[in-house]
């Protein structure tokens, strides 16, 4: 099997807000999705267990021919990055290589002039790892983080709640401690939360700052592959996307369409545990 994929893994449906990016800003390649929504949230589970089950994704991935593999949860980033980059890849795949989405968005606001005072939110895990803080302050120590836990999101935008009164209070419920520590930015620290992209926007007010994460990550695959010809992904003028799912295939097609605004046709179920 010809390893010019590019592989996208995430643990539910969030990490198609950074797919549609991908297939718009970085056209010409083949997509593999895969969600482990059978075991979602991730952000519950204990490190090792996130490390286990995305060692399992990743030896499905790369067995179906991706050269490259974007980790599209920001959990999973900011949990097993590091031990998928330094013990998983060298030992099994040392000619791949493994991404996360953590870097791309603290580099794109250590370097802003204007910004002192960034927030964070995400789900437990990531709050906990100190990933955000800790990657901002390596590129630029002067700026102030301010994290919140958001660990109600995910669930309720996996079971189509999103739009719901109860999760708008929710989500004002969160952002209100970020809104008075004067933020000037938000990071959306999960690749689930564009999806309420629009309310976050209207509770913090249009002064904050609040980018999506898919552009970001986007523009960062598109600059690596430009460094790193020996992967040998080469835009094709062909290409597709293909999607699994450890779950109910109808119900990731149905929540699934509404995040990347367009049909999913080519599904399947998978196991990987």
């Known amino acids: ?13 969030g990490g198609l807000s950074i797919l549609k990016y ?19 949230p991730y952000g519950e589970k204990s490190p090792e267990d996130i490390y286990k089950y995305s060692c399992q994704a990743m030896d499905f991935l790369f067995a179906q021919g991706c050269a490259l593999i974007i980790v599209a949860c920001n959990t999973v980033s900011a949990q097993a990055l590091r031990r998928l980059q330094q ?3 060298p030992l099994n795949y040392p000619h791949k290589k493994i991404l996360g989405v953590i870097f791309p968005l603290a580099e794109e606001f250590a370097n802003h002039t204007k910004i002192t005072r960034i927030g964070v939110i995400g789900t437990k895990a990531t709050i906990a790892s100190g990933a955000y803080e800790n990657e ?9 983080v301010e994290t919140k836990s958001t660990p109600l999101l995910v669930p309720l935008i996996e079971n189509g709640w999103a739009k719901k009164p109860e999760t708008k209070m929710i989500l004002k419920k969160y952002l209100r401690p970020l809104k008075t520590k004067q933020i000037q930015a938000l990071i959306l620290g999960c690749t689930h939360y564009p999806f309420l992209s629009k309310d976050i926007r209207r509770i913090v007010g249009k002064k904050i700052i609040v980018p999506d994460p898919g552009k970001i990550v986007a523009k960062s695959l598109e600059n690596y592959l430009k460094r790193h010809p020996e992967l040998n992904l080469k835009p094709q003028t062909k290409t597709s996307t293909s999607f699994f799912t450890t779950a109910d295939i109808d119900s990731f097609k149905k929540e699934g369409e509404k995040f990347l605004n367009s049909k999913i046709e080519n599904i399947k179920k998978i196991k990987i545990d």
Do not use: C, W
């Open 87 to 89: 013990e998983y890849l």
């Open 22 to 40: 991908l297939q718009t800003d970085v056209p010409g390649y083949h997509y593999l999705y895969l969600g482990d929504n059978a075991r979602l």
């Open 136 to 144: 901002i302050k390596k590129l630029n120590p002067n700026l102030t």
């Open 1 to 13: 099997m010809k390893n010019n994929k590019i592989g996208v893994f995430d643990s539910g449906l």
